[in-house]
Structures are given as C-alpha cells and as structure tokens.
C-alpha cells in the first residue's frame, strides 16, 4: 500500500489520503481493513476522532459495511441513495450515533457523477470537535475518496465488513459458508454468520430461513421466535408469505422475484413489522432439501428492484446443501427444546390441576374456593382477571366475576346474540380468542359432554396459539360441575302434572 499519489490515480492537493490497491482485482477483508486503518491514522493527525465508518453503495444495489467490521453488531441501519442521500438520512443517522454516546458526529456521502457510491462517518467522543472550518476540511478528504469508492462500487470487495481473511469467490463459497453455518449456535447467529459470507458476492440487506412449522402451511423463521408462541408456530402472515414466495419457485427450487410492489400477495416474511422492510424490492431465494424432512426454503432481500440475475440463483443453488445440513441440525435440536418444554408444561399443568381440585373439594365457602382458583390462574396462565359466563336456557347467559357472591338469579342477563362469546356457549368454537388485540381468551364449561358455559380469561398475551388453550380447559373441567350446581339453582323449576291412577299421561 502506498499513501502517495501516483500518475494512474491522481488525487487533488492536500491533504494526501492513502490509495487502495486495486490493480489485482477486488480487494479482500485485509486490504479493506489496512487500507481503512491507513486512512484513519493520516486523518486524524490533523482532525482527530474515535470513529471512522466507511460504507459502499455498490451498483447493483444494497449497502455494505467496508469497515470497522465491528459496526456490524451494531445493526446500524444505512439508508439507500436514490440516487443521492437526503440531508434528512445524514441527521437521522448523526443522532444515532450521538445516541450511541459519541458527542460529535460528521456524516459525509461520496458523490459521484450520477449517484452516492459510498458513506464516510467521523465520530468523537469529545463535544465541539467538528466545527465550520473541520466540516469543510473532512468533505474535502471524502472528495478525495471517490476514485476508490467509484471502483469499489463497480466490483465490491471480497469479504467487505466480515472477519474471514480468505477471498470469497463463487467457488469456494460453498467451503466458506460451511464454516459460518458450523461457527453459528443459534439460528440467528447462523443467518448473521453466512450473510457476512454471502455480502461479498451477493450483496443483500435481508436474510432468512423459513422452515416448516407445527402443521401443514404453517411456517416458522429461523430468525427468531415470535413472541408469546413456540417453536414451529407462526402467524397466518409469515406463513402467507413465505408460501406467496414460495410458488414463485422454479422447477429447479430457486426464485428470483424483480419487484414485491408488483407481486400481489408477495411480502417479505418477518414476524415484527420493521420500517427498514418497507424498502425491500428484490428477492432471491433457494429450495433447502434435507432427507427425512419437509422443505426449508432460503431467502435473501435487496432494496434494489431486479438486483438479483441468474448467476445469483446460481451462487445460492451450489450453497443450499451446506446451509440445508445446519437448518436441519438447528431444527432438531429447536424441537428437542420445545420436547423438553412440553414436558415441563404437562408436569405444571398436573401440579395446578392437583391444587385447584384439592380447593374445590377442601374449603367449604363456595366464594372462597373459587377465589383461590382464580388467584392461581392469573399467576399461572398470565391473564389479570378470570370470570364465568352461564347459560340461562337457550338464549340468555349470565356473567360472574370471580368472588362474586351474588346469587345468579339477581344479576342482570343478556342476549346470548349479544356477545362474541355465542360460539363458545352454544358448542360451536372449540376456544374463542377475543379483545382488543386478541389478548382475552375463552374455553367451554362442559358438563356430560354439555356447554353450560364459559371460562374467559381477561388481559394476556396477544396472539391465538400463543394463548395456554389445553391449560384453561383443563381448569374449565375441574369448574364445571360445581358452576353447574349454581347455574341450575338459577333455573326455574319444572312444571310438573299431577299423576292419578289408572291415569296415563300423553
């Protein structure tokens, strides 16, 4: 490396900025890092700072992280030039940073001749380092830097913003993303680990597995878990998109989709909606076959419509095995987990059944007993408040709240067309997950086979098969009967015909 200009690479005047290498091809990881480093040291023996971020817009679209390669853990979102950076995005991401904790910060794009092709971050611990004459100063520097960037754009480096000291290239990316997949404990990990790998020669800005989940159309991303759900479940928006991509599919078990915007019902699946996705066009992706298991499908996105071309199918058609082997090891050992959870779950719900039965039939006050079973269901289930709803005949219904002791017959009845509790009370619905935001749950009251009423359970976590559905029936059984006893005391009595001998009635 050399930090004088030389006649092949001219430079303007002062101040003098260290040249990358390229005379060879694309630069790799170390090129990249030694270069960024020199450039660190000649700036800040004139404008000193602790943070000096270089990122690239290459041509074909995306973003990538040049160096330090330790912002990438940082997940610090870059906008996209269209074609040029806004001022907005520069001051967006200026108060991140300050957010962050450094207290002067200097975003400067690298202009070309028709758009951005890179990003140059300066940052100081210090308050007050950058003023008029140093802002002036650092985007002369960064003019100085276009030449690099311009060529950078056109042929992305090899192994830009990853740790991994060997040339990515098409043929060996295979051998390299094994390694990541076996360096990654945990799904997520796995996808940040082979996604650095991938940046190199197939820049993108999202990464997922879908893998198949609990049942049949059910999808469930290696990302994460969503919140309040096990392994294998998901909801009915990831598993519709992740099956809209999906039959985009080709006969060899690739996809390459140009524009989403242009696909009816093509969304990129993510359990959490994220401003960054919005500006997801392009997607690549490939069929994951393992023996023995349903199909896992691999997916990358780019902000870029058509950023992805045939020898991107390719790159990721010749990794899909490597990738396909750790998906499979990680679902494996993912279900052992929810195994080993359910497992736990039936012993609680054994152990809860055992307490509630033992309140039933030891405490005397009917009031008492009942609120001892409410008490252990909101701390064990996670719902603030329990309550009964009995059916008075076939087309009214009464609700109780837990402790009431009223009797039945002098609190007010509804309309049993009244309420969204109508399917659970006449047997229709299994469960009924109901409230604002789907975060109240419903069970029947079965008695003999009989709905006689409901069990609500008010204020838990939003989302159908995240709610403890098996738990709250089984607390329902255990209620039935002694509700029924109240509920028939309410009832009016039946009329009965006087019997005479030698009399029979029709």
């Given amino acids: 490396m050399t930090l004088e200009p030389t006649d092949q690479h001219p430079r303007e005047n002062a101040p003098l900025v260290p040249i990358l290498p390229l005379q060879d091809g694309p630069p790799d990881a170390v090129s990249v890092s030694a270069w960024h480093l020199a450039l660190s040291n000649l700036v800040g023996l004139d404008l000193p700072h602790d943070l000096l971020g270089l990122w690239l817009f290459p041509d074909r679209g995306g973003v990538i ?77 960064v003019k100085q830097l276009q030449p690099d960037f311009a060529a950078l754009a056109a042929a992305p480096p090899v192994s830009a913003g990853g740790s991994a000291t060997t040339a990515i290239t098409p043929q060996n990316a295979a051998e390299q993303v094994a390694m990541a997949c076996a360096e990654g404990r945990s799904g997520a990990e796995v996808l940040r680990l082979v996604s650095g790998v991938l940046q190199a020669i197939l820049p993108h800005e999202r990464i997922e597995v879908a893998v198949p989940g609990s049942a049949h159309g059910v999808w469930a991303l290696l990302s994460g878990i969503p919140e309040g759900r096990r392994w294998g479940e998901s909801t009915a928006t990831v598993s519709q998109s992740v099956a809209g991509l999906v039959s985009q599919a080709e006969d060899d078990g690739s996809l390459l989709v140009e524009d989403l915007r242009e696909g009816p019902g093509l969304v990129w699946p993510s359990y959490r909606e994220q401003r960054a996705l919005q500006r997801l066009r392009a997607v690549a992706g490939v069929r994951l076959r393992v023996a023995g298991s349903e199909d896992a499908w691999l997916f990358l996105g780019g902000p870029a419509c058509g950023m992805f071309h045939q020898p991107d199918r390719e790159l990721l058609l010749s990794v899909a095995p490597v990738v396909a082997l750790r998906v499979q090891a990680l679902r494996t050992q993912l279900d052992a987990e929810v195994t080993r959870a359910q497992a736990q779950a039936v012993s609680a719900a054994q152990a809860r059944a055992t307490r509630i039965a033992a309140a039933l039939s030891g405490t005397a006050h009917w009031g008492e007993a009942v609120s001892q079973v409410a008490r252990d269901v909101r701390e064990s ?22 402790g009431d002791l009223r009797p039945i017959s002098t609190l007010t009845t509804e309309p049993l067309e009244s309420t969204d509790l109508a399917t659970v009370l006449s047997g229709l619905a299994a469960f009924l997950v109901h409230g604002e935001g789907g975060t109240d749950l419903a069970v029947p009251l079965r008695v003999a086979g009989r709905v006689v009423g409901a069990l609500e359970l008010l204020g838990g976590a939003p989302g159908a098969t995240g709610h403890p559905v098996t738990a709250a029936q089984l607390v329902a059984d255990l209620l039935a009967p002694h509700l029924e006893l109240m509920r028939r005391s309410a009832l009016p009595a039946p009329v009965t015909r006087p019997r005479r001998e030698g009399v029979t009635w029709e």
């Fill in 65 to 141: 992280l040049l160096a330090p390669t330790e912002l990438a853990q940082d997940q610090l979102e870059i906008a996209i030039p269209a074609p040029h950076l806004s001022q907005h995005h520069l001051f967006e991401l200026e108060e991140r940073v300050r957010r962050a904790g450094y207290r002067s910060v200097v975003a400067v794009p690298v202009r070309g001749p028709s758009r951005d092709q890179g990003l140059v971050l300066f940052a100081a611990l210090e308050s007050g380092r950058y003023g008029v004459t140093e802002a002036v100063r650092l985007h002369t520097i």
């Fill in 381 to 402: 289930l996670g719902y603030r408040e329990v309550r009964f709803a009995l059916r008075l005949g076939d087309d009214r219904f009464v609700r109780i709240e837990a």
